[in-house]
């Protein structure tokens, strides 16, 4: 194995750049990474693992103690609001595809304290936490990433490559001046954690439900402790409108009746964008994640997506070291980026296009394209290839 005379600088110390790290260190490389926050941010952000996901984290011991602290869902459902159950997708049916035939329900935040314990028990891995990559320079030989410290000091860094996941507002990107074109969603998205057991008062619900309606479509999620529900909302209201107390309960009350007041453990009101970078690789600095690309959260790719970026880009990076041209990191590009805008996108476009259709003969064309889906054994499986991501990975072996 080839060793860098610098090590490779990763900006962001979220999922990603936590990813991407291990597999580096696996190889032996060394790696800095800086990230602008104190610490690993407690958020219920992306709580979806997608199998693939977990046979790539396995590599790293993560999944099975994911799975500890996780809620295994062995089906998902498309309901209709009025009709109840439309189709019942049962991921056993993936099997022979993969180790973990399931979805995971496990707040991100826990894969990533996992990784910032193991990456602290090994050699040749630094976490600098109050660092704020403000720029960078390179050449033939490395990167120079310039960075600010927790007490406001400049200072700089010489590294062989630079990994930029530092999400959706990625300074790198910026100073790259890459394009980031797309769309945003017109509506605000409002997020609620609530400890009401919708599956108490819903018959028959799985733990992740897209509920289809007219008027005002939503997602029911599982996590071990809470249930999430997401909602469309009016984007011409406040943020201070959209999340007071009253709003929500009559919402939620309007969803789910509840004789006794609904208990909220958090509640975010955010925009949602889909958007892909033009380029992901620029000589020695690389875009992976949210700095890459962004979609809505409907099929839980965003995150899962971002892995896989980490996982393709570092095995490139640790061929490179151990020899192989670096020509090769530009098929990382090819194959993700394509993945971006063929799959992530594509798929979450549509979840929400049949989520929120007004038509009713479109509403029942595609019901009734899900339930001939689900009764088809062969239909089943390949649906379920496409939206748990292992077909997107296969389709990557045949880009050049």
């Known amino acids: ?27 032996g490389i060394p790696v800095i990474i800086l990230e602008k926050s104190a610490t690993v941010p407690k958020d219920l952000r992306a709580s979806t693992f997608h199998p693939p996901t977990l046979d790539m984290l396995a590599k790293f011991n993560l999944s099975d103690r994911l799975v500890e602290q996780g809620l295994v869902c062995p089906d998902w459902q498309y ?20 180790d973990y035939p399931f979805r995971l329900q496990c707040e991100q ?9 193991d990456l602290d028990a090994t050699d040749g891995v630094e976490l600098r936490y109050g660092h704020s990559v403000t720029g960078f320079r390179q050449d033939d030989d490395g990167v120079t990433v310039l960075f600010t410290d927790p007490e406001g000091d400049e200072g700089e860094i010489k590294g062989s490559y630079l990994i930029a996941a530092d999400g959706a ?22 997020s609620i954690s609530t400890t009401f057991d919708f599956a108490e008062h819903i018959e ?58 609904y208990e ?48 393709n880009l570092t095995e490139k990076l640790i ?36 989520m929120s259709e007004t038509n009713a003969s479109a509403r029942k064309a595609y019901h009734d394209e899900l339930r001939g889906i689900v009764a088809d054994r062969a239909k089943h499986r390949a649906h379920l290839l496409k939206s748990s991501m292992i077909q997107s990975l296969r389709d990557l072996e045949t880009v050049a």
Request: one cysteine or more; charged letters at 25%; proline letters at 6%.
């Open 79 to 98: 309901r209709d609001r009025d009709e109840g159950i439309v189709a019942t997708f049962d991921l056993g049916v993936l099997s022979e595809d993969t």
């Open 319 to 354: 061929n490179v070291f151990d020899g192989a041209s670096s020509d090769t990191l530009n098929r990382y590009e090819r194959q993700r980026r394509k993945v971006a805008l063929e799959t992530v996108q594509a798929t979450t476009l549509r979840n929400r296009k049949m």
């Open 204 to 261: 028959q619900l799985s733990p992740i439900a897209y509920v289809s309606d007219p008027s005002e479509w939503l997602v029911l999620l599982r996590t071990p402790t809470l249930w999430r529900v997401l909602l469309p909302t009016d984007p011409t209201l406040t943020d201070e409108q959209i999340k007071a107390p009253e709003v929500i309960e009559k919402r939620l009350q309007d969803l789910c009746p509840n004789p006794e007041a």
């Open 264 to 311: 909220i453990k958090h509640a975010t009101a955010y925009r949602v964008h889909e958007r892909v970078a033009d380029s992901y690789v620029h000589g020695r600095v690389f875009l992976a994640g949210d700095a890459a690309h962004l979609n809505n959260p409907l099929g839980g790719m965003g995150m899962n997506g971002g892995i896989h970026d980490a996982m």
């Open 1 to 27: 194995m080839g060793t860098p005379s610098s090590p490779v600088i990763i900006s962001g110390a979220g999922p990603v750049g936590l990813v991407a790290a291990r597999n580096l260190n696996q190889a």
């Open 169 to 190: 507002h990625s300074p790198i990107r910026k100073q790259l001046g890459v394009a980031f074109d797309g769309l945003t969603i017109p509506e605000i998205f409002l």
């Open 109 to 117: 935040w826990k894969l990533s304290e996992m990784l910032r314990a």
